[in-house]
């Protein structure tokens, strides 16, 4: 992400990717097959804590059992309901593509999500500057 600029190319909002960056980003990757019985709708907090997608984006179990705690514990008490924490894809493209992936706040059910534009003012690109880290 660090690459684009405004003559990237975009489709739909996705920065394409020619097919060699694909194979060479390094990272989890997920079936759409695999994972149809737990997307696009909101899940119970066990759910979420088994769920392979928040289980990798959080990248540690404990601190995953506790965000949902606490989120859950929250939105609770907000809209009296017991799921939340559902992952929403944007469609799949026929050119591989990437987007950034971001999570709703409370008011949205702090849903897991990657259907903003990177074009569209509402999407945000956060990460810290690799020679950011050693300084205050």
């Not at 020619?18 to 990272?27: L, R």
């Not at 759910?47 to 928040?54: E, L, Y």
């Not at 559902?86 to 059910?109: C, D, E, M």
Request: glycine share 8%.
């Amino acid at each position: 992400m660090r690459d684009v600029t405004p003559q990237s190319r975009l489709f739909r909002g996705a920065l394409v990717l020619a097919d060699e960056i694909y194979v060479a980003v390094d990272g989890a990757e997920f079936s759409r097959k695999d994972l149809k019985a737990v997307l696009d709708r909101d899940l119970i907090a066990a759910d979420v804590k088994k769920h392979p997608v928040w289980q990798y984006v959080a990248g540690d179990q404990a601190l995953l059992d506790e965000y949902t705690d606490l989120m859950f514990a929250e939105m609770r008490t907000w809209f009296r309901c017991e799921n939340f924490m559902g992952i929403y894809l944007a469609h799949a493209q026929k050119v591989p593509t990437a987007r950034g992936l971001s999570v709703n706040g409370l008011n949205f059910g702090s849903r897991l999500r990657n259907w903003c534009d990177l074009d569209y003012g509402g999407s945000d690109l956060v990460g810290v500057a690799p020679e950011a880290l050693g300084t205050k």
